[in-house]
């Protein structure tokens, strides 16, 4: 049974930093696509950033574009979302989710995952 130890979540004022971190306990981060999500009080989950295990082809949203990193450790099976410039709008409950699918493409999109961890709580606020 795929599953996940998402940490590094926290409180930061506007413009700080977080790394989130999202560690694989039962299944291949380089084999498996691994997606960030986040969701907010009374919106829907909305992807953030994805890295394709086809091949390690990344994907960021609109919103996080020139802001946001995913990275991979193969090694550690862990995949890292460093976030910058943070603003208010990105406070929001964060997930790490993966396919059962291996060597598949990534997306944005909820309905594209399959196991998904409990989430670590960003919070932006002066």
């Known amino acids: 049974q795929e599953d996940f130890a998402e940490s590094g979540g926290g409180l930061v004022q506007p413009g700080g930093s977080l790394r989130l971190s999202c560690v694989a306990n039962?299944?291949?981060?380089?084999?498996?696509?691994v997606g960030w999500f986040r969701q907010a009080p009374g919106k829907e989950r909305e992807g953030v950033s994805c890295?394709?295990?086809?091949?390690?082809?990344?994907w960021y949203s609109d919103s996080v574009k020139g802001r946001f990193t995913l990275s991979r450790d193969d090694a550690k099976e862990t995949v890292f979302l460093q976030m910058n410039d943070l603003k208010p709008d990105d406070t929001g409950v964060y997930y790490c989710?993966?396919?059962?699918?291996?060597?598949?493409?990534?997306?944005?999109?909820?309905?594209?995952?399959?196991?998904w961890g409990q989430g670590t709580q960003v919070t932006v606020s002066s």
């Open positions: 039962g299944f291949s981060v380089e084999r498996y696509s």
């Open positions: 890295i394709s295990s086809s091949d390690d082809t990344i």
């Open positions: 989710a993966t396919q059962s699918l291996s060597y598949y493409s990534c997306s944005g999109y909820t309905r594209d995952y399959d196991y």
